[in-house]
């Protein structure tokens, strides 16, 4: 089962392509995602990378958390699950 962890810390320049390239070095990559700003259409200097086991993202994290990358320190977690949003009623 894929495990999803968090990237904080990243260069602004820092491509999806790139955040790939860093993590398939612990194994397969199932996703890599930059998070950008919806207005301004830069990045939010964090991501999230799926990786596709257990032992993967363990061994992803252990290589990568406060490894320098683009000049950058990375702080890299397993991701924690967004609490849903409930939604407002009668908001008018």
Do not use: C
């Not at 968090?6 to 990559?29: A, I, K, M, Q």
């Not at 991501?47 to 990375?74: C, P, V």
């Amino acid at each position: 089962m894929a495990k999803k962890l968090y990237v904080g810390n990243l260069s602004y320049n820092t491509t999806e392509d790139g955040l790939r390239t860093l993590f398939s070095g612990f194994g397969s990559v199932a996703s890599a995602k930059i998070i950008f700003d919806r207005e301004t259409g830069n990045s939010k200097g964090f991501g999230f990378i799926e990786m596709s086991g257990d032992d993967e993202a363990a061994a992803a994290i252990a290589g990568t958390n406060g490894r320098e990358f683009e000049g950058r320190q990375l702080r890299v977690n397993e991701a924690m699950d967004k609490p849903r949003r409930e939604r407002g009623h009668g908001n008018w």
